[in-house]
């Protein structure tokens, strides 16, 4: 299933998960847990990228690849793009203090202040 797309069959809202396990020993994690950009995409569209990183992104190979011409090629290069920079959320400037913390470079007393 490709949760990306899911939605309830009752009100028709996007899913979330909500659970993670491991097929191995068995453990479990309850939550909230967010999907990736990239896993928001399409399964094509995924594929797409797949190959295109693959191929270090060469847009004469993906053509070869998908056998589409080179306005294709960058037609759903940009139209996926276009669909990352929708699902991308730009980190907080919480996010800075905190690395910045993590690598030593505040004390907790400066991080504390700069969080508010």
Known sequence: MDISKAVCPDCKQPLKLSKAACPKCGITMDGEFEVS?????SLDDQAFVIAFVRHHGSLKRMETLFDISYPTV??????????????FDAPTPNVYVLEQLARGELTVDEALERLG
Do not use: F, S, V, Y
């Not at 960058?74 to 699902?87: C, H, S, T």
């Open 37 to 41: 950009p990239l896993a928001k995409l």
């Open 74 to 87: 960058k037609n759903r290069l940009n139209a996926i793009a276009a669909a990352l920079d929708k699902n």
